[in-house]
């Protein structure tokens, strides 16, 4: 006998991993080009640095500390990348949350109903079935302020 498959398919991985794929790429293309123009950078200043060290001896550490906050460009591409990929990733866990909240939400409301039927279908006067019915509606109205954003 066959049974049903009840495991995640490829495409349910492709689907959930899919913002994160992005995000990772998002970041390398932040370090790249970050990267390359520091580079550039660098070596544009570098150029003008020797010239100028030619000229005037005097002016070599000045023109040194041009080139380190044009080479703290590839640093500062490096650390938007890392919070590019932190937020990624508290944006899953906050979706994850989302996601169980919504489940106990509904969860509760399923039990709110199931006991308002077995008490509306045990009682057989108008005034049991009432204060059933008030215990549900109570019930529901509380997992519904469980969700979030409420």
């Known amino acids: 006998m066959a049974e049903n498959f009840t495991g995640t398919t490829p495409e349910d991985h492709r689907r959930k991993e899919l913002p ?6 998002g970041a390398g293309l932040t370090v790249g080009f970050s990267n390359l123009f ?19 001896a ?18 500062f591409g490096v650390i938007v ?22 489940a ?4 509760a409301v399923v039990a709110a109903v199931a006991v308002a039927a077995a008490a509306a ?10 204060p059933a019915a008030a215990a549900a509606a109570a019930a529901a109205a509380a997992a519904v302020a469980v969700l979030p954003g409420r």
Request: one cysteine or more; aromatic letters at 6%.
């Open 20 to 25: 994160s794929c992005y995000s990772m790429f």
């Open 38 to 56: 520091c580079g550039i950078c660098v070596g544009i200043v570098g150029s003008g640095a020797a010239l100028a060290d030619a000229q005037n």
């Open 58 to 75: 005097n002016l070599f550490v000045k023109i040194l500390i041009v080139e380190i906050f044009g080479s703290a460009i590839g640093l």
């Open 81 to 102: 990348a890392i919070l590019q990929q932190q937020q990624q990733q508290q944006q899953q866990q906050q979706a994850a949350a989302v996601v169980a909240a919504a």
């Open 104 to 107: 106990a939400a509904a969860t």
């Open 121 to 130: 279908s045990s009682s057989s006067s108008q005034q049991q079935q009432q």
